[in-house]
């Protein structure tokens, strides 16, 4: 394999590495400054954030993620990732170059266990998910209610991003991805009763526009801080 097919091959790795609050790529986002390499197989991604105080457990789960992911190409030898200009880069740099995981690295800092981090962010991108199929939805059938909703199970939904994005969410969590399988459902993939739907969907909106507008938000913020993460920045887009 040539070193453009391999940074062709690690950069599609980054691809699959999200911002655990924003729901996007760390690529689409321009959080990935650059990609090294060598003939030899050895790796060294660098990262950026929008801003030198963004929340600590977040830049380190995207660190360790995309060490992870560039961890598990087969042609990958020595993988290094550093996390630049973050007032916890030394920190968590040395986490990463040890394997010393997220106690590890933060020690008595670290309240919460990094899969149930995890968790919360998974949920909150499954709602939003989830909202933004079921508002397409409503605007392509103006005969729906939203007490119909009840009723519209996965098969219902129109072959489009927001389906394919909200199924990807369900599988993230463990939910059903059939057919027959109802769309609006709660955390634990139990379908909501009529009479709580719109506080669901009202919730599933708040939820929603936070995500997107933190989103956007951020990707000014690093235009601002790294006028040339224009250029490595994609549209707006759901994922």
Same mark, same amino acid.
């Given at each position: /394999? ?5 940074e062709?091959? $690690?950069? $599609? ?5 999200l911002?655990?609050?924003l +729901? ?7 959080f990935?400054?650059?990609?090294? %390499?060598?003939?030899d !197989? ?6 950026r954030?929008?801003t ?9 789960? /995207? ?5 992870? $992911?560039?961890?598990?190409? *087969?042609?990958?030898? +020595? ?8 007032? +916890?880069? +030394?920190?968590?740099?040395? @986490? ?10 933060? !020690?008595?800092?670290?309240e919460k266990?990094?899969?149930? %981090?995890? %968790? ?13 199929? %079921? ?21 219902d939904?129109p072959? $489009? *991003?927001t389906? @394919?994005?909200l199924l #990807? #969410?369900?599988?993230?969590? @463990?939910? @059903? &991805?059939?057919?027959?399988?109802? &769309?609006?459902?709660?955390?634990? !993939? ?7 739907? *719109? ?7 708040? &939820? #929603? &526009?936070?995500?997107? !507008? ?10 601002? #801080?790294? *006028? ?7 549209k707006?887009?759901?994922?």
């Amino acid at each position: /394999m040539t070193v453009d097919a391999r940074e062709r091959s $690690a950069r $599609a790795a980054l691809d699959t590495v999200l911002d655990p609050e924003l +729901d996007e790529p760390i690529t689409d986002l321009g959080f990935v400054r650059s990609v090294t %390499l060598t003939p030899d !197989g050895a790796l060294t991604v660098r990262l950026r954030l929008p801003t030198s105080f963004c929340s600590p457990n977040f830049a380190y789960l /995207m660190a360790s993620d995309s060490k992870d $992911a560039l961890t598990a190409l *087969p042609w990958t030898r +020595d993988v290094v990732v550093l996390l630049d200009d973050h007032h +916890d880069s +030394d920190l968590i740099n040395g @986490g990463l170059a040890e394997d010393a995981g997220y106690r590890g690295t933060f !020690g008595a800092e670290a309240e919460k266990d990094l899969e149930a %981090l995890r %968790l919360t962010f998974r949920r909150k991108a499954h709602v939003a998910a989830m909202e933004r199929a %079921l508002t397409r939805l409503l605007r392509e059938h103006p005969d729906l209610t939203e007490e119909d909703l009840h009723d519209v199970v996965l098969g219902d939904l129109p072959e $489009a *991003p927001t389906s @394919g994005a909200l199924l #990807r #969410r369900r599988e993230a969590l @463990g939910l @059903g &991805v059939a057919p027959s399988d109802p &769309v609006l459902v709660d955390e634990e !993939g139990r379908r909501v009763p009529p009479g709580e739907i *719109p506080l669901r969907l009202r919730f599933a909106r708040a &939820v #929603r &526009v936070s995500i997107d !507008g933190n989103a956007h938000f951020c990707r000014g913020l690093l235009r601002t #801080r790294y *006028p040339q993460a224009a250029d490595d920045q994609s549209k707006e887009s759901v994922s």
